[in-house]
């Protein structure tokens, strides 16, 4: 006889277990009647369609302002992230307000987020069918904030928006238009402030695309 199709993996939404497919499209679903970055924060807050919330101390959501037009997304919660409940805490968000700083922006006038609104657990890479859940809610973040050009910080962050194989450093440095819903965005990737804590060398690239961004967003 015929051997059985492995079931589809899938996740505890309370006590019910939700297919990942069914998760991906209540993320949707549950984004979309979102009309202001206000109600999606509480939506998401709310949404148990994720393994990853249930272990994760916060939940990271799109901080800061629009004034700038200059939106930042960064890959994952970090741990400072999790224990301040704002993205780039921490020495790496030090580090952040100093390299925008040398552009003339202040933090509180930029809007931060990261791809993964909770910490995975260890710390560990997020999976693909988690990756596909939290991007419906990523990308209305972006929708209704409305930035003028968004920062990709991070190998991870670059990929998932550029939908690319390759590293940073491959994928840095050149501008993209990405769409979300009606709204076109320019998009550039650059290394996140954690990874040049631990290879300074690399800080003139991530310094060129900083140049690049302010002339993008009439800052230069």
């Not at 309370?14 to 206000?38: C, D, K, W, Y």
């Not at 609104?117 to 693909?128: E, H, M, Q």
């Amino acid at each position: 006889s015929a051997t059985p199709a492995p079931a589809a993996p899938a996740i505890q939404s309370g006590n019910v277990t939700v297919p990942n497919i069914e998760a991906v499209a209540m993320a949707r679903e549950v984004a979309a009647q979102a009309h202001s970055l206000e109600e999606l924060c509480e939506r998401l807050i709310a949404f148990n369609g994720c393994n990853l919330r249930h272990s994760a101390l916060s939940t990271i959501f799109a901080s800061g302002g629009t004034e700038s037009g200059l939106m930042i997304v960064g890959p994952l919660p970090e741990q400072d992230d999790e224990r301040e409940g704002s993205a780039f805490s921490g020495p790496p968000g030090l580090l952040l307000e100093r390299m925008i700083g040398a552009i003339g922006l202040k933090r509180e006038a930029v809007l931060a987020t990261t791809l993964i609104p909770w910490r995975t657990p260890g710390n560990r890479a997020p999976l693909p069918h988690e990756i596909d859940i939290c991007r419906p809610f990523i990308e209305r973040q972006v929708e209704l904030a409305s930035p003028r050009a968004l920062l990709l910080l991070g190998n991870l962050t670059a990929r998932t928006f550029f939908g690319a194989n390759g590293n940073i450093h491959q994928l840095r440095g050149q501008w993209r238009d990405l769409t979300f819903g009606g709204l076109v965005v320019p998009a550039l990737a650059s290394l996140h402030p954690s990874e040049l804590m631990k290879a300074p060398r690399a800080k003139p690239q991530a310094w060129a695309d900083l140049l690049s961004l302010a002339s993008k967003i009439g800052l230069a």
